[in-house]
């Protein structure tokens, strides 16, 4: 049966292959509040808490444009078609999850990508505990057999005791069973280290785990990187509590933008093209066509990696028709050929008020 599978490159979930499922998220916000509850214990998060006036996000435009990217980036790059040109716009994203794809929309830096690039889903928390299950499994079996083991040496110990009593320690049978006991007890010695180290290996790769969901839901600002190499810096805007998208703004630059497009509705069969980074290779286009249209999700041939998440998916004028966001693959295989999926660009713009 296929799955949809994310298209961003993970960071310590190797081998795990997230769903993403558009399902209606938790509130997300750019501000990070610290509150004590009633047991006296304090939390962080970026959810308010109860009651708590939600400060304003920082004024959009608030700093004076002081580097015009767009030019620079034109002036290096000389594109000779209009998919060449919107690659000046695409940008890779670096997050603690991993890392995805990203691009300007708007002159004055605003970025949109993929709400799973920047912020866990809230599918992560089961996938955590799904991830460690076989593990669990086999440390319960081996405390089984630890608990058996002890039994048996504790039996041993208990009829030796019973022949001692009687003062018949020094015969054939005590002799036997004192070998059993000393068998018994060394298994045990052996077995209760192995479960000891898996224990603690089990624990540690759990809260690590934790940790690094805790710090990506805490995380405000994110490393973007431009199509020349070059390193700055965006801030969290918002993330849609209602789809997989995310925003994000560069501020203090004169930007590259990439336009909605507006020539006629996109259909099954048109050439469509996706920009971003699969596998970590930055600055790539794939293409393909539409193969279905649904109202909330475009599916297409293009082949899309992981890295491809919040990536533009254009048409042959280089305009935005949707955001890429995930794979319909065989079996969870993000490796797999299978379909792309993205966000229709009427849902990303009526998400966000700053792109109306």
Known sequence: MPNQVPISTTVGHAGLLALVLLLAWLPTRAEVFKFQDADGRWHFTDRPPPGAAVPAPPPAGAAAPTRDLAASLAQR???????????LATVAIEAVLGQGAGFFITDDGYILTNRHVVRPMPTDRREEEARFQPAEGRLQAQEAELARRRMLAA?????????????????????????????????????????????????????????????????????????????????????????????LKLDGYRTPALRWATGQPLGQGDPV??????????DSVTAGRVTRLAPDQIMTDVQLLPGNSGGPLVDEAGEVVAINFAKLAKGGDANYQGFGLAIPGAIARAAFPELR
């Open 155 to 247: 039996g041993a110990a208990a009829d030796l005791a019973r022949l001692k009593a009687r003062g018949q320690e020094q015969g054939p049978v005590a002799r036997r069973l004192k070998d059993q006991y000393d068998y018994y007890a060394a298994a045990v010695a052996e077995l209760a280290d192995q479960v000891a180290d898996g224990r603690q290996r089990v624990d540690s790769a759990k809260l690590e785990q934790s940790l690094t969901t805790d710090r990506a839901i805490l995380q405000q600002s994110f490393p973007i990187v431009l199509k020349d190499g070059e390193r700055l810096t965006a801030r969290l805007i918002r993330a849609s509590d209602d789809h997989d998208l995310a925003l």
């Open 77 to 87: 790059f000389s594109a000779r078609t209009a998919v060449q040109q919107a690659t």
């Open 273 to 282: 093209y996706a920009i971003g980074n699969p596998l970590g290779v930055s």
